[in-house]
């Protein structure tokens, strides 16, 4: 089992920055791929971002390429997601989540464990 606590979502404006965390407790967190996700009111739960177990293969959604960054610090149980230039459509809650696979996937059903989300809203 693995717990999974997101932190820093906030209000931010347009063209600002956040960084969210997630920690993660349970099992040996290098063990586990990472992604993260995000679903906006009254969409679907889109794949943002993922980072495999050593750090040193990481992979992003189109729209935010350039602009979010994934990392982890494995000796932390934390993985990252900078976030820069954000735009009102980054509105979301992010959910960062835990593969045990490693076959890298873009799809949340292939992602074993779940975090409860953090609040990101961008104002324009």
């Known amino acids: 089992q693995v717990q999974l606590v997101e932190s820093g979502g906030g209000l931010v404006q347009a063209g600002g920055s956040l960084r969210l965390a997630c920690a993660a407790s349970?099992?040996?967190?290098?063990?586990?791929?990472m992604g993260w996700f995000r679903q906006a009111p009254g969409k679907e739960r889109e794949f943002v971002a993922r980072?495999?177990?050593?750090?040193?293969?990481?992979y992003y959604r189109d729209s935010v390429k350039g602009r979010f960054s994934i990392s982890r610090d494995n000796a932390k149980n934390t993985v990252y997601l900078q976030m820069n230039s954000l735009k009102p459509e980054d509105t979301a809650v992010y959910y960062c989540?835990?593969?045990?696979?490693?076959?890298?996937?873009?799809?949340?059903?292939?992602?074993?464990?779940w975090g409860q989300g953090t609040q990101v809203t961008v104002s324009s």
């Open positions: 989540a835990a593969d045990r696979g490693a076959v890298v996937t873009t799809q949340d059903k292939k992602y074993d464990y």
């Open positions: 980072i495999s177990g050593s750090g040193l293969s990481t």
């Open positions: 349970g099992r040996i967190f290098s063990n586990y791929a």
